[in-house]
């Protein structure tokens, strides 16, 4: 027999990204907190009690917590794999941040420990699911826009080194304008026109060291090991196509957009990085843009968590789930073969198309009482 009520948090990982997170799991009333954790129990303890959660510790005390049912795994890129797989062996179902692991390997055995077990996977980006993207996919396909054809996407920044006071894990594997940003592009893109078939880029370095800006260490260099500028083009199953720029290299800061040229209009989603914004649509012959306002629907960071504990208690799939998010992680590690190679490199694993949100869902809704 399922259990009832709300369902089990255990944040593993006190980071800079866990403020925003609990902000919010200790704000939906479907999920409860119930300790968090880090490597560094001392910071950990201090999370916690800014969030008033009573219990904190380190990695094994949230995986052996026995009102756990989802590990929140907040923790550097290069450990998501290795702290998802202890919590899969504890019985406990996952929800990491992104990227889902660092290539193919490592990913897919994660896919398959998981399977075996019974347990699920669930990745950010969650941000698909706001209402933003969630009504533009509405509009879509709803025809407003007539077939999908192709797409254009921009991401560029002077990079995150200004604000983020420990800035170097986002310059080196697993990280960079691709790995740390792309994900969000890709999933709407993926979400949009199906999974992604083929891809080719280019890619550049300009700096060999940066300088952190903000925060204690402000001042201190460190190296970058990835591009920082990615210019990349795929192609999706049915043919449509899409061009997109991920850069750390801008002086001048561009919001992030993707844009969907369709055979009857063309629709500007909002900054696919964020849950709500308008959209603005474009019909075919003209030059004017009519703006559209979403719907206010109170949702951020840990929204595709809440999404996976309802479906936990409800029986069914997920949306954000671990199959998604391999498949973008396995296009990202494609582009970066293209970079490196010249060559196209085909994309083999492939990712549904989960079904779109209802209109009423309401993250600040009790419904498992």
Known sequence: MSKQGPVGVGIIGAGVISKEYLTNLTSFPD???????????????????EFGISESGGVDAALNHPDVEIIVNLTIPAAHVEVATAAVNAGK?????????????????LLKTA???????????????????QT?????????IGTPLTALTLMQSPGPE??????????????GPLFDIGPYYLTALVQTFGSIRKVG??????????????????????????????S????????????????????????????????????????PNMFDGDIRICATGSTDWTTIPTPSVPGTRGTGVLEMARAIREERPHRAQGELAYHVLD?????????????????????????????????????LA
């Open 31 to 49: 999920v409860k907190v119930h300790i968090v954790a880090d490597l560094f129990e001392e910071v950990a303890a201090a999370r916690a009690a």
């Open 115 to 133: 399977a075996a077990a019974g347990i699920r996977l669930g990745c950010a980006p969650d941000t698909f699911l706001g209402s933003g993207l």
């Open 93 to 109: 179902h996952v929800w990491s941040e992104k990227p889902f692991s660092l290539d193919r390997e490592s990913g897919l055995g």
């Open 136 to 144: 533009a996919r509405r509009m879509i396909e709803n025809g407003d």
């Open 232 to 271: 990349a083009i795929a192609q999706f199953e049915g043919g449509a196509s899409s061009q997109s720029i991920f850069s750390f290299e801008s002086p001048y800061p561009r919001p992030g957009f993707v844009e969907i040229t369709g055979s009857e209009a063309t629709i500007a989603f909002p900054d």
């Open 201 to 230: 880029a280019f890619g550049s370095r300009a700096k060999e060291l940066r300088t952190i800006g903000s925060g204690p260490r402000a001042g201190e260099e460190f190296a970058v090991t990835v591009p920082t500028h990615v």
């Open 331 to 367: 296009a990202m590690a494609s582009i970066s073969e293209s970079m490196e190679t010249g060559n196209f490199v085909t994309v083999d694993s492939s990712a549904a198309r989960v079904p779109a949100l209802p209109e009423d869902w309401d993250p600040t809704a009790l419904t």
């Open 162 to 175: 200004s604000w983020h006071p420990n800035p170097a894990f986002l310059f080196q594997e697993g990280a």
